[in-house]
C-alpha cells in the first residue's frame, strides 16, 4: 500500500465500473477535458486509504456535503463519467437519457442491482418499478 502504484491498480478496477471514460462516446466522440481531474481523486483515494463511507459520499454529493471544497467537487465527477451527447439537438432528450444512465449505473456500483431494465418497463427480479 505504500507504492503510489497501489491506487493506479486498485483504482483502475472503480474506474472501470463507474464507466470512467475520458471522451463522450457516441457519434461524435468528442474530449472531456478535465475528467482526469477525478480520475487522479480515485488514485488519491486508494493511495490515502479514504474510508469507503467516506468516498461514497464524496462522489455521490461532494459538492453539496462540504461546498467550496474543491477536491469534493472533483469527486463528483463520478455523476459525468459515462456517455454523453452535447450536440444533440433535443436537450431534454439527453437529459433524459443521462439521468437514466446514471441511475443504472450508482444501482449496479452502489446496490449491486441492474436497473437499467426499469426505465423501460418493471423490473423482472426486483421490485423496483
Known amino acids: 500500500m505504500e507504492s ?3 491506487g493506479e491498480r486498485w483504482g483502475r478496477y472503480w ?4 464507466r470512467y471514460a475520458e471522451t463522450n462516446s457516441y457519434e461524435r466522440d468528442g474530449a472531456k477535458p478535465f475528467v482526469w481531474r477525478y480520475r487522479d481523486y480515485v488514485i488519491n483515494a486508494f493511495n490515502e486509504d479514504k474510508p469507503f463511507h467516506q ?3 464524496e462522489q455521490l454529493a461532494g459538492d453539496e456535503l462540504r461546498p467550496g471544497d474543491e477536491s469534493a467537487l472533483v469527486a463528483t465527477g463520478f455523476l459525468f463519467c459515462g456517455p454523453d ?3 444533440i439537438n433535443l436537450q431534454e432528450e439527453r437529459r433524459h437519457t443521462f439521468l437514466n444512465d446514471k441511475t443504472a449505473t450508482v444501482g449496479s456500483v452502489f446496490l449491486g442491482l441492474q436497473m437499467g431494465c426499469a426505465s423501460c418497463h418493471d423490473h423482472k427480479y ?3 418499478s
Not at 474506474?15 to 463507474?18: A, E, N, P, R, T
Open 15 to 18: 474506474l472501470d465500473l463507474v
Open 126 to 128: 426486483d421490485p423496483i
Open 85 to 87: 451527447m452535447p450536440d
Open 55 to 57: 468516498f461514497v459520499r
Open 4 to 6: 503510489p502504484q497501489y
